[in-house]
């Protein structure tokens, strides 16, 4: 490990744009936030946060690797990978509790991510189903953060989630050999969102998000996604590979749980509803997912109109800018940051401090955290 990697372990790091490829379109709401002129949608409609995962697209696997760059910090600087700096040495970056427990493997990983189109009705196995099926200690339990969306089509932006009262393993299954994609959607619960809404996915869960989200996904690392869809809604076939991830159909089918709820329990079930949990003269602390919804990860959100103090505690946290700019301090060094900027701070970073550089309007950042 160099001096300069050492160093790095002790200062919150940068990270480049890390836009990668998936089965839908969109990503216009993205660049348009992090200021890019004429944004537009692609296939590459989601922007991976301090990800030392792999993206699993069948036959796309060349177009991006989905490993999270840290921003030189001085020119000529060799582009690292957040993964090989975690590697060289997991306990400076991850902290030694996390180490202990997950070794150099980071145990979340956050997405920003922006929907031009209905993705397809989708599963990722519980962390049990993972282990049997595909030899993974972690499974894909999620939780979205709404930020936004936009009108497509007519249509205001809007989940599916949880099966409604009625369907079986057997149902779902003719449903599925039959491609009966309206019946498909009908059979899950259509939730419209807004600006703010919390929602916890659990492995197991059948869901799909509507066109026209724009929000923050936090999640176990792993890119274990089983789809139901052969065809996404804007005509791209998919791969039975890209389906069930080379375990088969009847181990796919396997992978859901059907609890069917009515949807006023599916909401008391999945909806979050954030909590105020500090309150400053610089700012206020929202909690957004904790400990008391799972024990995959957490989410907080921090909205400062002047200098708001946040520790580390021994382990590393991600930060997303949502909203202005400021400046970032730590010990005798600051940074400065502004809307889109995505940050990792090392387990090595005891405290820092946020300062507001907008008198009118907060500075707001959302930061994600691994299991505790």
């Known amino acids: 490990m160099t001096t300069d990697w050492v160093q790095r ?10 836009r990668v490829w998936r089965t839908y379109t969109g990503g216009k709401l993205i660049e348009g936030w992090q200021g890019k002129p004429d944004a537009i949608d692609t296939a590459f409609p989601e922007e ?6 792999k993206a699993k697209n069948a036959g796309r696997e060349h177009i991006a690797e989905g490993w999270s760059l840290v921003e030189p910090e001085e020119p000529g600087q060799a582009p690292v990978t957040l993964k090989e700096l975690v590697e060289s040495d997991p306990a400076a970056f991850l902290g030694p509790n996390h180490v202990k ?5 980071m145990a979340v990983l956050v997405k920003v991510l922006d929907a031009g189109e209905r993705l397809t009705i989708q599963v990722h196995p519980s962390r049990k189903t993972a282990r049997e099926l595909f030899a993974s200690e972690f499974g894909k339990t999620e939780a979205w953060y709404v930020l936004g969306g936009r009108v497509i089509d007519g249509e205001e932006p809007c989940i599916y989630l949880g099966f409604k009262p009625g369907m079986t ?5 003719e449903l599925f050999e039959s491609q009966a994609i309206p019946e498909m959607l009908d059979a899950l619960h259509r939730i419209p969102v807004k600006k703010g809404d919390v929602y916890l996915v659990e492995g197991g ?3 799909a998000i509507g066109a026209g989200c724009f929000l923050i996904e936090i999640q176990e690392p792993t890119d274990l996604t089983l789809r139901t869809e052969r065809v996404t809604p804007s005509g791209l076939q998919v791969p039975d590979s890209a389906c069930h991830q080379g375990v088969g159909f009847e181990a796919m089918l396997d992978c859901f749980r059907y609890e069917p709820l009515n949807l006023a329990d599916t909401l008391a079930r999945y909806k979050k509803e954030p909590k105020v949990v500090r309150l400053t003269q610089g700012g206020r602390e929202t ?5 008391a919804d799972t024990d995959r990860f957490a989410m907080r959100l921090l909205e400062m109109n ?7 505690d021994g382990s590393f946290s991600i930060a997303i800018v949502v909203q202005g700019s400021g400046e970032l301090y730590w010990g005798e060094e600051r940074m400065s940051v502004r809307q889109g900027d995505q940050l990792f701070l090392p387990a090595g970073v005891e405290a820092v401090t946020w300062v507001n550089a907008d008198k009118h309007a907060d ?3 959302v930061v994600c955290y691994p299991p505790e």
């Open 205 to 207: 869960v059948p869901h």
């Open 287 to 291: 909690v957004l997912i904790g400990a």
């Open 169 to 173: 393993k057997e149902r779902w299954r």
């Open 101 to 105: 427990r997950y070794k150099e493997q």
């Open 306 to 312: 002047g200098p708001y103090a946040k520790r580390q």
């Open 363 to 365: 500075l707001k950042v």
């Open 48 to 53: 991976w946060v301090a990800s030392a995962v």
């Open 9 to 18: 372990s002790r200062r919150p790091l940068k990270l480049k744009s890390n």
